[in-house]
């Protein structure tokens, strides 16, 4: 089958990120393919992502999400992709899934390019080996009760507040 840009896009993105969103896809879509209109970005994603599926070249929809065939959406990872699209602006430089307990790793920049990495505050895993420059953001349940993690990397706290909207905040580091 003969794959258009957006197609292969989409295929890309999905296999790099694990599920997304259609609204968030049409965010890198506009972005990636310098699409004005919004509600035409939205259109196009998921029309190219209907014929995908039912083509069957490895991507699934459930309701509002695609994701890989044997893989069923994480809600984890959809939030840490409204962070990257967030704190990028639709367009980061570069992005991927991370090895647990991080979520997703991406960049920011062209020139000086900055990396940072979305983690889900209380996952239990031994932490991936981190560049001393990566940024960390820990996405938290509770805003109440941030626990900053053992490493020097400068952390910021993620998360949702009663209206929905994602908010920031970083804790200053204690010094014993």
């Known amino acids: 089958m003969l794959l258009t840009r957006q197609q292969r896009f989409i295929l890309d993105t999905v296999g790099r990120l694990g599920c997304i969103r259609y609204d968030q896809l049409a965010i890198l879509l506009r972005k990636a ?3 004005e209109d919004r509600a035409r970005a939205e259109r196009i994603a998921r029309a190219a992502a209907r ?10 929809e459930a309701g509002n999400v695609l994701h890989l065939p044997r893989q069923p959406p994480d809600e984890q990872m959809l939030g840490a992709i409204d962070v990257m699209l967030l704190l990028t602006e639709g ?8 090895a647990a307990p991080v979520l997703l790793r991406f960049a920011v920049g062209e020139g000086k390019v900055r990396t940072f990495s979305v983690l889900q ?3 239990g895993c031994p932490l991936p080996p981190l560049d001393s420059w990566e940024r960390l953001i820990i996405l938290a349940n509770d805003p109440q009760e941030l626990q ?27 010094s014993n």
């Open 91 to 98: 367009a980061p430089s570069g992005y991927q899934r991370g």
């Open 51 to 60: 014929q995908l599926c039912r083509a069957n070249l490895g991507i699934r």
């Open 148 to 174: 900053e993690l053992p490493l020097p990397n400068l952390q910021f706290f993620a998360f949702w507040d009663s209206e929905g909207k994602l908010q920031f905040l970083s804790k200053e580091k204690s």
């Open 121 to 123: 505050q209380g996952r």
């Open 33 to 35: 393919f310098l699409l």
